[in-house]
């Protein structure tokens, strides 16, 4: 017997939205050949079985690069995403299952989800099969668009429905305690591991890019000139920064000693408190970090004190790649990003080593819940690591931290790689989520029911579906 609030998906429209760049972002071992890219934005409509309908929408950008490692051109990548994307129009258009989003979102997860990627696989004949993270990207427009639509239809902020009033079964019917924890999922609900009163100012963390300049010497002339600042003591100055991500190599242990060294003798005089070191799945074994950490606490004692967290040095196939990495985290946090697909993985990680999980809405709103509840109730860390947000894609983004509970605030870099006016009309409504002041982003205009995105104040022309269902 389901509940009188329970919905199904009526239908759903598919749009590829472009977003104006401005310099590039390095992923990995692949450097994009320009700025740039799109968004995938969903309208996904529900209907309560008395036949009251609503529309929400979900916004993810097509990360290739980032969810679809590989030494094949980008651009068949990108167009087996956008394909992909229109399989899961009519999947999510004919799915017939009903209740409370998170369980429409598991439900498709576990069943129709990893169906249609096989079945997609299938007709790739001679070219590299799409991995489950470039699947999850995809699909997760469609998932926050069914979250946001519940919220809408029952006139709420969706992140007030994830209990007992408005779901039908409890976490244990999705998440299992590991074997050596006390842990209990029962009568337990996404909302009993949220924090309450959600923020309205969350910490920002910068993204020093392994593109980026550190100083004028490094500036080659092809820099924007567009108001924006381009070095990075420019940005801290402006923003009010006091944390920052750093990506390194993985494969050039000097380069990613110099390097946060570098970015800490500027940031720390500016007043940087925190340090991430982000090595992106590059690393093959532990001991390449464990000797930049080491060295780091022999010779640069204050750099080392500013790392916070080390982020996800390791292949990104956790189940392929089980590297014990206790080591690591013994020196320092160790968090999962790429590799953290859902809870399960997440408990793989915890049986290696890991002790914290890099959230990200781009791998569903429903996979990213279910893996917060999971790694909170088994001790383990959070952060919400950003896919370069811009749009829509930024509030749920922002959103998640809020609720979840971070280590330390949100990633939010939208504003260093698109153009200045890539968000502009949801800037003109939500002006503190695309600025950084005082080193701190500021959601307190998300309000209403869904997601708070205020739909109907942004002023944004579409382009027309490039798939409906």
Same mark, same amino acid.
């Given at each position: 017997m389901g509940k009188r609030t329970d919905v199904h998906v009526t239908g759903a429209e598919?749009?590829?939205?472009?977003?104006?760049?401005?310099?590039?972002?390095?992923?990995?071992?692949?450097?994009?050949?320009?700025?740039?890219?799109?968004?995938?934005?969903?309208?996904l409509r529900v209907a309560d079985a008395a036949g009251r309908a609503a529309e929400g929408w979900g916004e993810t950008p097509r990360a290739v690069l980032w969810s679809w490692p590989s030494e094949t051109a980008s651009g068949d990548r990108a167009d087996a995403m956008g394909e992909f994307c229109r399989a899961l129009?009519?999947?999510? =258009?004919?799915? @017939? !299952?009903? /209740?409370?989003? $998170? #369980?429409?979102?598991?439900?498709?997860?576990?069943?129709?989800?990893?169906?249609?990627?096989?079945?997609?696989?299938?007709?790739?004949?001679?070219?590299?099969?799409?991995?489950?993270?470039?699947?999850?990207?995809?699909?997760?427009?469609?998932?926050? =668009?069914?979250? @946001? !639509?519940? /919220?809408?239809? $029952? #006139?709420?902020?969706?992140?007030?429905?994830?209990?007992?009033?408005?779901?039908?079964r409890d976490l244990a019917a999705y998440l299992t305690p590991a074997p050596d924890a006390n842990v209990a999922f029962e009568n337990q609900y996404p909302e009993d591991f949220f924090v309450r009163p959600r923020p309205d100012n969350v910490p920002a963390w910068h993204l020093v890019g392994g593109l980026d300049a550190l100083d004028?010497?490094?500036?080659?002339?092809?820099?924007?000139?567009?108001?924006?600042?381009?070095?990075?003591?420019?940005?801290?100055?402006?923003?009010?920064?006091?944390?920052?991500?750093?990506?390194?190599?993985?494969?050039?242990?000097?380069?990613?000693?110099?390097?946060?060294?570098?970015?800490?003798?500027?940031?720390?005089?500016?007043?940087?408190?925190?340090?991430?070191?982000?090595?992106?799945?590059?690393?093959?074994?532990?001991?390449?970090?464990?000797?930049?950490?080491?060295?780091?606490?022999?010779?640069?004692?204050?750099?080392?004190q500013m790392i916070l967290y080390v982020e996800q040095p390791f292949p990104y196939d956790l189940e392929k790649n089980q590297i014990d990495v206790h080591s690591v985290s013994a020196r320092k946090p160790l968090f999962m990003d790429e590799s953290a697909h859902d809870w399960r993985i997440v408990q793989l990680g915890r049986q290696l080593g890991w002790?914290?999980?890099?959230?990200?809405?781009?791998?569903?709103?429903?996979?990213?819940?279910?893996?917060?509840?999971?790694?909170?109730?088994?001790?383990?860390?959070?952060?919400?690591?950003?896919?370069?947000?811009?749009?829509?894609?930024?509030?749920?983004?922002?959103?998640?931290c809020a609720y979840a509970g971070t280590i330390m605030g949100v990633e939010t870099n939208s504003m260093q790689f698109h153009a200045p006016g890539a968000s502009a009309p949801e800037k003109a409504v939500h002006p503190g989520l695309y600025d950084r002041r005082d080193g701190m982003l500021d959601l307190s205009t998300v309000s209403g029911p869904g997601f708070g995105y205020r739909i109907g104040e942004i002023e944004r022309a579409l382009p027309q579906p490039i798939a409906t269902g």
């Open positions: 598919l749009y590829v939205v472009p977003v104006e760049g401005r310099l590039r972002l390095k992923f990995g071992k692949e450097t994009p050949k320009k700025a740039g890219g799109s968004c995938i934005r969903v309208r129009t009519k999947a999510w =258009a004919g799915f @017939d !299952a009903a /209740g409370h989003p $998170l #369980e429409i979102g598991h439900a498709f997860l576990e069943t129709r989800l990893p169906a249609l990627l096989e079945a997609f696989n299938a007709t790739r004949t001679g070219k590299e099969p799409m991995p489950r993270l470039a699947a999850l990207v995809c699909n997760s427009a469609f998932d926050q =668009a069914l979250h @946001d !639509a519940y /919220g809408v239809l $029952l #006139e709420r902020p969706t992140y007030e429905t994830y209990n007992a009033e408005y779901m039908n004028p010497s490094e500036l080659t002339g092809t820099e924007p000139d567009d108001g924006v600042p381009v070095l990075l003591p420019d940005w801290i100055k402006r923003d009010g920064l006091k944390c920052l991500k750093i990506k390194l190599r993985g494969n050039d242990p000097e380069w990613d000693y110099d390097r946060i060294v570098r970015v800490t003798r500027i940031g720390k005089p500016l007043g940087v408190t925190w340090l991430t070191a982000d090595f992106n799945c590059t690393v093959s074994e532990p001991g390449y970090v464990n000797a930049i950490l080491d060295r780091l606490m022999r010779e640069e004692p204050a750099a080392y002790t914290g999980v890099a959230l990200k809405t781009c791998k569903t709103q429903t996979g990213a819940l279910l893996s917060l509840c999971w790694a909170k109730a088994h001790g383990m860390t959070l952060m919400v690591q950003d896919l370069t947000n811009p749009m829509l894609a930024q509030i749920p983004h922002v959103l998640l």
